[in-house]
């Protein structure tokens, strides 16, 4: 039986469609949990036994997670250098301290274990304004979305494009190929629920 995901009461109760400090916390909460997941799968790698007695298997398990989780937060270390999600570690990482030092820490209050109060709660003296903090929210969601469409999303769909191409006129069959291009294709969609909803609030389907 397929049970139906659901906020826990204190998310539920956020109203993204009407505030941009809940659009902007949604964002940077789910970025916070997806983080918390790829530190678990780099760790689960990383901590894995080697050598296994395929060499093969090491180098993927290596790539995976290999090293501390946190060198992903040491800008001097180069991306060739990072494990897979590493890489995608820094992605969210960057993106919710931003949304953090920008707007959040200014208008929430913190549950003081480096968080915030559930549901997001306005702190003084953004209780008693908080149209306020929407218009600082907005603004920080505005300059989100000129990047995605100016760069992520637009550079992504330039990539998928010429990717598609070459597949589809060199090795249409290709299992692997095929693969990457739907993982590549998923990446971009991503960003375009990403950024519905910091429009609207209301993310489309995946």
């Not at 929210?137 to 992520?152: R, S, T, V």
């Not at 969609?189 to 909803?197: P, T, V």
Request: aromatic share 10%; proline share 7%; net charge negative.
């Amino acid at each position: 039986m397929m049970v139906k995901f659901q906020l826990p009461y204190n998310l539920a109760r956020t109203d993204p469609v009407n505030s941009a400090v809940d659009r902007l916390f949604l964002l940077w909460h789910a970025y916070d949990e997806e983080e918390a997941l790829l530190k678990e799968w780099h760790e689960d790698t990383a901590n894995a036994q080697k050598p296994t007695g395929n060499p093969l298997f090491d180098f993927f398990l290596d790539t995976w997670g290999k090293g501390l989780w946190a060198d992903v937060r040491t800008p001097n270390i180069p991306f060739p250098q990072r494990t897979y999600f590493q890489a995608l570690g820094v992605v969210s990482h960057q993106l919710r301290q931003q949304i953090r030092s920008n707007v959040l820490d200014q208008v929430l209050q913190p549950d003081g274990a480096g968080k915030f109060i559930l549901p997001p709660t306005l702190k003084p003296p953004y209780d008693n304004d908080p149209a306020a903090a929407n218009k600082l929210a907005q603004a920080e969601i505005d300059k989100i979305l000129a990047a995605f469409d100016k760069c992520e999303i637009a550079s992504l769909k330039l990539i998928d494009q010429y990717v598609e191409t070459t597949v589809n006129s060199t090795c249409p069959q290709d299992v692997y190929l095929n693969a990457l291009l739907r993982m590549m294709l998923i990446e971009t969609h991503c960003f375009e629920i990403q950024k519905q909803f910091l429009q609207t609030g209301r993310p489309q389907s995946a």
